[in-house]
C-alpha cells in the first residue's frame, strides 16, 4: 500500500496515517533531503538563489510537510503507538536538521549568493538570505571539531527532553480524575454537570479546561477546589507520579541551552533567543518588564484590597480567588461568565468570525472536504471575492495548476485552506495554537503553493442536541487564534523562509492575533457572533454593557501575572547556574512582582509547556511586548472606524501580506505611520 506520508498530494490524508507509516516515509524523506543537500554543496553547483531552492527547498519541504503531519497527530491524537513512532525517528530528525544548519559547504554556498546576487535580489529574497546568515552562525555553522559535535548532541538531547516534558504534562493532566456526587458539586453550571455525568449519577471531574475553570469558579464546596487546584498546580512534578515529574528535565533543558549559549559565544542563552528579535538585550526586555509591573502594581493591589474586602473575612488561598472573583464580578456588574456563555453558541461564533473577515479583508470562506483526524474537526477554503482584484505581489505569479488557483463552489482564486479543531478531549495537548501544513511558496516548477493552516483549541464540547457553548474568552481565543492563521494565510509573499509567519520577529509575531482580540468587544460583532442556545435571540445590550464594565475587571492582577511568568523566563535563562535553583528563581521573581503569593506547594513552573516545550524560551515576553503594539495598531481603528475600509487594506497591505519579508518595526512603522506607543495598551487595560 502507499503510504500517506510519502504523497505529493495537496493536503495530508490525515485519517490514513498510522503509526507504522512514519519510519520508513520519514527515513525515506530524510535520504532524499541529505541527497539533496550533497547536490546543493557540491562545488560546482553554481552559487545561485534559484538553483539552490530548486534543489534544496524542494526536498526539505516535503520532509518538513510530512514530519509536521506526524507532529500534529502526536500533539491531537496521541497513542502509545504514535508516541512510540514519533520519538523513534525525533533523534534521526533532529540530527539532519542540526547537520544542514550547521553545515560549512552550505553556509559558503549562501555567502557567495549574497556576494554575488545580493543587490540584486528581491526584497524577500534580501531577507531570507539575511535571516539565513544568521541562521548559520547561532546553528553552529562556525564551530569546529569537539564543539560542532558537542553542539549537535546538545540539539538531539534537547529535543528528546522538550518532547518528554510535553508528554508528561499531557500524561499527568488525562491521568488524573475525581469522581464527585451532586452535593460536592453545588454551584457548578448545569452544562458542565451534563458534560462530566456518570451512568450511575456521580461525576467525573478531570483537569482539563473546560471542567477545570468553572470548577474553580462556581463550586461553593472549598475542598473540592483545593482538591483541583493542588492536582492542577502539580501537575509532572514530583508531587505527582515518578515517572511525569518533569523536574529533572527541566533543569537540563536549561542547562543545555546555557551549554549552547557558550559554545557559540554568547554569556547567555537570553542573549542567543533575542538575536533574532526585535528586543536587543535581555536587560532591555527586563527593563521594559520592570515598568510595566511598576505601572500595573497600584491596579493590581487595588484589585487584591477589593477582593479581600469582598470576601469579608473569608480564607482567600489560591484555590479560593476565582471562586470570589466571579462572585465580585457578579455583584459589581450583576452578571456571570455563565450568564454570557448562554449567547455564545459554537457554530454561531465560527460563523460570525467568518463573516467578519470576508467583510474586513474582502475574501470568502467556505467549507470543504478534507482528510481530518477526528469526526469535529471541520476543514474550509478561503478565495478572493470574485469581484476583488488580485494583490500586488513580490514576484510574478504564473498561471498554476487548476487546484491552486482555480475557481471552486464559492467561487474566486483560491487563498488559503485550514482545519479547525476546537474541543478538549483525551490524547490532545492542552492550550491552543496555530501551526502550519504549509506555506504560500512560488516552486521552482512555476507551481503556485497556497497556505494551509491548523487552528486547535481546547473548548468544551457539545453536550446532546445542543451546540456546544463559549465563554466571552473562549470567544477571544479563537479571534487570537485565527489573528496567527490571518497571519500565515494572507501572505503575498511567494519565498519560503520569509512566508507568512515565517522570519517573523518572535516578539512580534502575536500582533495579529492579539489585534483581533479587540473585535470581541464591539457591540457590532458580538450582535453577529451571538444567539441564545435557546432562543436565539443576540446578546442583549444591557448585558453587553456590563461586560464592557467588567472588561478591566482584575487587569492589575493579570497583568503581574503574566509579568511573573516573562521575568521568570528571562531571569531563568539568563543567569547562568539559574537551572539549579529553579524555584529559587521563581520565589524571587514572585517577591519583586506578585501581590498575591501562591503556596509552597505550587509547582507552576513544570508545566510551563511555552518555555519548555515550545518556542518560547527566554521569549514568554513577547506576549506583552506584542501586546504594546497591537493595542496601538487597533487604536488606529478606533480613530478611523472598526470596518474602514481603507484602514483594513493598509492592514492588510502592510502587516499581514508582508510576513517576515520586512522588518516587523517596518511593518508597523508603514501601517501607523510613527514608532509604537505605550499609551493605547495601558489605555486599553484601564491603567492609563
Known amino acids: 500500500m502507499t503510504n500517506?506520508?510519502?504523497?505529493?498530494?495537496?493536503?495530508?490524508?490525515?485519517?490514513?496515517?498510522?503509526?507504522?507509516?512514519?519510519?520508513?516515509?520519514?527515513?525515506?524523506?530524510l535520504v532524499a533531503a541529505q541527497a539533496a543537500l550533497d547536490e546543493a554543496t557540491k562545488p560546482e553547483t553554481p552559487a545561485d538563489y534559484d538553483t539552490l531552492s530548486r534543489i534544496l527547498d524542494t526536498s526539505t519541504e516535503h520532509l518538513g510537510a510530512a514530519w509536521g503531519a506526524v507532529g500534529h497527530l502526536n500533539a491531537v491524537a496521541d497513542t502509545p503507538a504514535l508516541r512510540e513512532a514519533y520519538n523513534a525517528m525525533l533523534p534521526a530528525v533532529t540530527e539532519f536538521s542540526t547537520a544542514m544548519g550547521a553545515n560549512e559547504a552550505l553556509f559558503a554556498k549562501y555567502k557567495a549568493v549574497v556576494a554575488a546576487q545580493g543587490s540584486t535580489l528581491s526584497a524577500p529574497r534580501q531577507q531570507v538570505l539575511k535571516h539565513a546568515i544568521r541562521n548559520f552562525v547561532l546553528s553552529g555553522a562556525e564551530l569546529q571539531g569537539a564543539a560542532r559535535e558537542r553542539y549537535?548532541?546538545?540539539?538531539?538531547?534537547?529535543?528528546?527532553?522538550?518532547?518528554?516534558?510535553?508528554?508528561?504534562?499531557?500524561?499527568?493532566?488525562?491521568?488524573?480524575?475525581?469522581?464527585?456526587?451532586?452535593?460536592e458539586l453545588a454551584g457548578v453550571p448545569q452544562d458542565v454537570l451534563d458534560a462530566t455525568k456518570l451512568d450511575d449519577g456521580g461525576h467525573k471531574l478531570t483537569l482539563h479546561f473546560p471542567v477545570y475553570l468553572p470548577v474553580m469558579q462556581?463550586?461553593?464546596?472549598?475542598?473540592?477546589?483545593?482538591?483541583?487546584?493542588?492536582?492542577?498546580?502539580?501537575r509532572a512534578s514530583e508531587q505527582g507520579k515518578p515517572e511525569w515529574d518533569n523536574s529533572a528535565a527541566m533543569r537540563e533543558i536549561v542547562a543545555l541551552r546555557q551549554e549552547e549559549a557558550q559554545l557559540l559565544g554568547y554569556a547567555s542563552f537570553a542573549e542567543v533567543s533575542l538575536a533574532p528579535?526585535?528586543?536587543?538585550?535581555?536587560?532591555?526586555?527586563?527593563?521594559?518588564?520592570?515598568?510595566?509591573?511598576?505601572?500595573?502594581?497600584?491596579?493590581?493591589?487595588?484589585d487584591l484590597a477589593e477582593l479581600r474586602e469582598f470576601a469579608k473575612g473569608a480564607p482567600l488561598e489560591s484555590w479560593d480567588v476565582s471562586y470570589w472573583s466571579e462572585k465580585l464580578k457578579e455583584a459589581r456588574y450583576a452578571f456571570s461568565d455563565q450568564t454570557v456563555k448562554q449567547y455564545f453558541t459554537a457554530p454561531k461564533v465560527v460563523a460570525g468570525l467568518f463573516s467578519i473577515i470576508e467583510r474586513l479583508f474582502d475574501v470568502s470562506i467556505s467549507e470543504a472536504k478534507a482528510s481530518v483526524w477526528h469526526e469535529t474537526v471541520k476543514f474550509y477554503e478561503m478565495?478572493?471575492?470574485?469581484?476583488?482584484?488580485?494583490?500586488?505581489?513580490?514576484?510574478?505569479?504564473?498561471?498554476?495548476?487548476?487546484?491552486?488557483?482555480?475557481?471552486?463552489?464559492?467561487?474566486?482564486?483560491?487563498?488559503?485552506?485550514?482545519?479547525?479543531d476546537l474541543y478538549a478531549r483525551n490524547g490532545k495537548r492542552?492550550?491552543?495554537?496555530?501551526?502550519?501544513?504549509?506555506?504560500?511558496?512560488?516552486k521552482p516548477t512555476g507551481e503556485q503553493q497556497t497556505p494551509v493552516a491548523l487552528?486547535?483549541?481546547?473548548?468544551?464540547?457539545?453536550?446532546?442536541?445542543?451546540?456546544?457553548?463559549?465563554?466571552?474568552d473562549d470567544v477571544i481565543t479563537l479571534f487570537h487564534e485565527f489573528g496567527h492563521g490571518l497571519h500565515h494565510m494572507l501572505t503575498q509573499v511567494n519565498d519560503l523562509g520569509v512566508s507568512g509567519i515565517s522570519g517573523v520577529e518572535w516578539d512580534a509575531v502575536e500582533l495579529p492575533s492579539q489585534f483581533m482580540e479587540n473585535f470581541c468587544w464591539e457591540w457590532d460583532v458580538l450582535q453577529q457572533l451571538s444567539g441564545h442556545v435557546d432562543s436565539g435571540e443576540p446578546l442583549p445590550r444591557e448585558l453587553f454593557?456590563?461586560?464592557?464594565?467588567?472588561?478591566?475587571?482584575?487587569?492589575?492582577?493579570?497583568?503581574?501575572?503574566?509579568?511573573?511568568?516573562?521575568?521568570?523566563?528571562?531571569?531563568?535563562?539568563?543567569?547562568?547556574g539559574a537551572e539549579g535553583h529553579v524555584q529559587k528563581v521563581l520565589d524571587e521573581v514572585r517577591a519583586e512582582v506578585a501581590v498575591l503569593i501562591p503556596p509552597a506547594f505550587n509547582r507552576f513552573q513544570h508545566s510551563f509547556s511555552h518555555v519548555f516545550a515550545g518556542g518560547y524560551a527566554a521569549g514568554y515576553y513577547s506576549y506583552k511586548w506584542a501586546e504594546l503594539l497591537s493595542a496601538d495598531a487597533w487604536s488606529a481603528f478606533e480613530e478611523e472606524g472598526v470596518f474602514n475600509a481603507a484602514t483594513g487594506k493598509r492592514f492588510l497591505n502592510e502587516v499581514l501580506e508582508q510576513g517576515g519579508a520586512r522588518d516587523a518595526i517596518d511593518n508597523f512603522k508603514a501601517f501607523r505611520g510613527r514608532e509604537p506607543k505605550i499609551d493605547a495598551l495601558l489605555r486599553h487595560q484601564g491603567m492609563s
Open 4 to 29: 500517506p506520508l510519502l504523497s505529493t498530494a495537496a493536503l495530508p490524508d490525515f485519517a490514513a496515517i498510522h503509526p507504522e507509516h512514519v519510519q520508513p516515509a520519514i527515513t525515506e524523506l
Open 152 to 183: 549537535a548532541a546538545i540539539q538531539e538531547r534537547s529535543a528528546e527532553l522538550q518532547q518528554q516534558f510535553s508528554e508528561h504534562v499531557l500524561d499527568a493532566t488525562d491521568g488524573w480524575s475525581y469522581i464527585a456526587n451532586a452535593e
Open 218 to 234: 462556581y463550586a461553593e464546596n472549598r475542598e473540592l477546589r483545593e482538591k483541583l487546584y493542588r492536582a492542577y498546580v502539580t
Open 277 to 302: 528579535k526585535m528586543a536587543s538585550t535581555p536587560d532591555e526586555v527586563k527593563t521594559f518588564l520592570r515598568d510595566l509591573a511598576k505601572r500595573a502594581r497600584p491596579f493590581a493591589e487595588k
Open 383 to 420: 478565495r478572493r471575492k470574485p469581484s476583488s482584484p488580485s494583490p500586488t505581489v513580490t514576484s510574478a505569479v504564473p498561471q498554476g495548476d487548476a487546484a491552486a488557483l482555480g475557481s471552486g463552489p464559492a467561487g474566486g482564486e483560491l487563498i488559503a485552506q485550514f482545519y479547525l
Open 430 to 442: 492542552p492550550g491552543a495554537w496555530m501551526d502550519e501544513v504549509r506555506s504560500r511558496w512560488l
Open 455 to 472: 487552528l486547535t483549541c481546547n473548548f468544551a464540547s457539545p453536550v446532546g442536541d445542543k451546540p456546544a457553548l463559549l465563554t466571552h
Open 545 to 576: 454593557d456590563k461586560m464592557t464594565a467588567a472588561k478591566n475587571f482584575q487587569s492589575g492582577l493579570m497583568t503581574l501575572r503574566q509579568i511573573e511568568f516573562a521575568l521568570f523566563d528571562m531571569r531563568l535563562h539568563g543567569e547562568p
